[in-house]
């Protein structure tokens, strides 16, 4: 479960560099078992419209494919 969770993070590193750039940010909160990822989105990501959209086309899609197990990513 650790190995998952450094590997989310991993992943969470490019992720966040990328979301800094729009003047946002990412939190990780959890990894379950199940391989449901637990975020929060953070400055102008947090209030923006199209959050939905980052945290499914982005932050899901990248996590799915660089880390094997993970079958969703939910916001906080």
Do not use: H, W, Y
């Not at 209030?47 to 094997?68: A, D, G, H, W």
Request: charged share 30%.
């Amino acid at each position: 479960m650790q190995d998952l969770k450094e590997d989310v993070e991993s992943v969470l590193g490019v992720i966040r560099n990328a979301l800094r750039m729009e003047g946002g940010d990412i939190d990780l909160i959890d990894v379950s078992e199940e391989g449901v990822v637990t975020v929060k989105l953070l400055g102008s990501c947090a209030v923006c419209p199209f959050s939905q959209m980052t945290l499914k086309n982005f932050v899901e899609r990248e996590l799915k494919s660089n880390v094997v197990g993970i079958k969703e990513v939910v916001a906080a």
